[in-house]
């Protein structure tokens, strides 16, 4: 169990006083902190429980992406019909496409979340991929029973002509193990895969960023070069976008809504542009879409939203590939040096949970076991993630 978390309520000074979490100290050793006690998770999901959509309704999502939002792949990508890996890139162009209005829900399953901090960019990459391939093993063997259901069901009523054929119930709610990765990176620049292999700079220029106090990574994501660290809300969804029918395209808008509500909480208007991200205006960024990838549907790496970054670490670098552009973050934006991420997580959360028509609960209320094997991970290294 993390040591040392403190968790408060304070009024902000925006659109309307929303309780957050207030300062996590890490553990001495091993540098992470894991907000995954039922009570600090539980402060959250209070904080969003208002906000909860009806299992039978639909939420309106906003108009679909403008032309400039795109897809790292020359293959359709609606979830129901590709299901090749997908990647978005962090400033492609597509062409426009329709994003459905809404959202159905049926039997949705609450979505968990969970809280890491001061976590290894590798550390967290490794995570996600644990996770990912953990979906789709439990989702095969879902598939696999219903099947043996159905043919048992059908065997039954063969031998009594009495019985009549019934289609077997289904045997849990999809998105039952979707998962909502929030994090908080040690000081990292990432290349994304389009460059790896291939020398993506110089041994003179991943010297020089070291120096800066960062690690660099080549990353198996989309994308150009950006910076994780301190101060960025760094989410990772792991989505199973099979049981809504969703693209990949109007997936990544949903991202960009959700961080746009998130801002709007704090009375911060943001804005989408030809270029992927969430921008204040044409030439500022505020948050960025960090190499969505997709496999066999299930999500992975997701958006950074800068809070109170450091943003001279930005300065050091031409951020996605996008010359001339200036990075932002709500502090800046706000001239509140006083917002971190702890406080941003709850109006995030609501934003999320609005815009994807989930219920967000704590993952250690909603899973207690995978909790436990995350918190395992992440300090060890030893995985039983894949122990299903």
């Not at 996590?24 to 998770?41: C, T």
């Not at 162009?93 to 809280?115: K, M």
């Not at 908080?184 to 120096?211: C, F, K, M, W």
């Amino acid at each position: 169990m993390l040591t040392g978390a403190l968790i408060h309520s304070a009024r902000l000074q925006c659109r309307r006083h929303i309780p957050y979490l207030g300062s996590i100290h890490p553990r001495s050793g091993p540098s992470f902190a894991v907000l995954s006690d039922p009570r600090s998770q539980l402060q959250l999901q209070l904080l969003v429980q208002q906000q909860r959509p009806s299992s039978t309704t639909a939420t309106t999502i906003p108009a679909p992406l403008p032309a400039g939002h795109g897809v790292q792949s020359d293959s359709p990508v609606h979830a129901a019909t590709a299901a090749k890996d997908t990647e978005v890139s962090s400033g492609s162009a597509v062409a426009d496409i329709a994003c459905p209005t809404t959202i159905a829900r049926p039997r949705l399953s609450p979505l968990p979340f969970i809280y890491l901090r001061n976590l290894p960019y590798n550390r967290s990459s490794d995570l996600q991929q644990l996770l990912v391939d953990r979906q789709i093993r439990l989702r095969k063997g879902r598939e696999d029973q219903r099947k043996k259901t159905a043919a048992a069901a059908t065997h039954d009523s063969e031998r009594s002509s009495e019985t009549p054929l019934q289609a077997p119930a289904a045997l849990d709610e999809d998105g039952r193990h979707d998962l909502l990765l929030l994090v908080e990176h040690t000081p990292t620049y990432t290349n994304g895969r389009r460059n790896r292999g291939v020398q993506a700079i110089s041994d003179q220029e991943t010297t020089r960023l070291r120096r800066l106090g960062a690690t660099y990574v080549e990353s198996l994501r989309g994308g150009e070069i950006t910076f994780h660290g301190p101060g960025q809300l760094v989410v990772y969804p792991i989505l199973d976008l099979k049981p809504v029918k969703l693209s990949v395209r109007c997936y990544v808008s949903y991202l960009e809504k959700a961080i746009i509500a998130t801002c709007a909480e704090w009375g911060v208007k943001a804005i989408t542009t030809a270029n992927t991200g969430v921008w204040i205006s044409d030439q500022k960024k505020i948050a960025a879409i960090v190499g969505v990838h997709v496999q066999r549907y299930i999500t992975s790496h997701g958006l950074a939203l800068n809070c109170n970054t450091d943003l001279d670490f930005f300065n050091e670098i031409v951020a996605c590939g996008l010359t001339g552009k200036e990075t932002t973050s709500l502090a800046r934006e706000l001239s509140s040096p006083q917002i971190d991420v702890a406080k941003v997580i709850p109006t995030f959360l609501k934003g999320f949970g609005s815009t994807f028509n989930r219920e967000l609960v704590p993952l250690a209320e909603a899973d207690p076991d995978l909790e436990r094997r995350i918190q395992e991970y992440i300090q060890t290294g030893t995985s039983s993630l894949l122990d299903v």
